[in-house]
């Protein structure tokens, strides 16, 4: 019997990768949920036979309908969007509290480390925190299958608000106030997260009590990032500048900046990060897609 999983924010870089995978899995019908199913996005996943529910995560009264009759659901909220960043928390929890009505077998709630619990409040990031403080009360619910899913640093970044910009001399620049050996991260591409929330859903028993799935195609410095490139045909440089400037670029770049800070200290899925990624590896041997091989094909070097 096929099973009816939900997936919030269908149409986004999350939920379109989570439906992707379980696209090619007959055993799934997928229940797209998204604010608007009129977008092309969502006219193309009703194409692909998708169910498409019309939800605003503000407005709850709207999951009920959407959770009906489904075995699993994969939540995650979207920091950025204006009306998302006062509210992260009370979508998270009216999420829960939706599903948990609805009798929702197995809960996937895409999250992130709590910079400022693990740092002792010296790094305030909200956007990591406010996706963390949901999870308690994703494990207070008592779902039958818990598990938590936490994205890296995308790939993506590069072509958007962390794309290197061109100086006056033809060369590709990076200006951030780190040093770039120092600052090390997870790296990954966004679009190979619906590849672990498919092998949680295949594998309850093993990732389905309350683990936490990291995706991680490799950990990566700016200048290591930088070598790659340019090995394949760029001319990108690196100049550290003050942290003051950076903070006067845009209005998150503070928050940017001590998220960063926060690379340099620590690890980026936090202490457990080796556990929970040997357990991503028992369940998906073949790791993912290197940044060696995501920019040959995504960032080109221009002739």
Known sequence: MR??????GGTGAQGGSVVKALSSNPNYLIRVITRDTTSVHAKALEAANCELHQVNLNQPEGLKAAFHDAYGIFAVTNFW???????????????????REAGIQHFIWSTLPDYEALSNGKYNVPHFTSKARVDLDVKKAGFTYTTFVEAP?????????FAPQQNENGEQLWRLPLDPHQCSFHCADIGELGLIVRAALDNPQLAGNENYLPLSAGIYNWQQLIDILNDQGHRICFEQIPAEGYDKKFP???????????WQEFDYFGPDSPAKLALVKKLIPKGFTSFEQWSLKNMPAKC
């Not at 099973?3 to 919030?8: A, E, I, L, R, Y």
């Not at 204006?82 to 929890?93: A, D, H, P």
């Open 153 to 161: 640093f995308y790939f993506q970044n590069f072509h958007t608000i």
């Open 252 to 262: 998150s770049a503070r928050e940017f900046r001590q998220m960063m800070e926060f």
């Open 3 to 8: 099973k009816t999983m939900v997936v919030v």
């Open 81 to 99: 969007d204006r009306e998302t960043r006062l509210n992260e928390y009370e979508q998270g929890k009216a999420m829960v509290r939706a599903a």
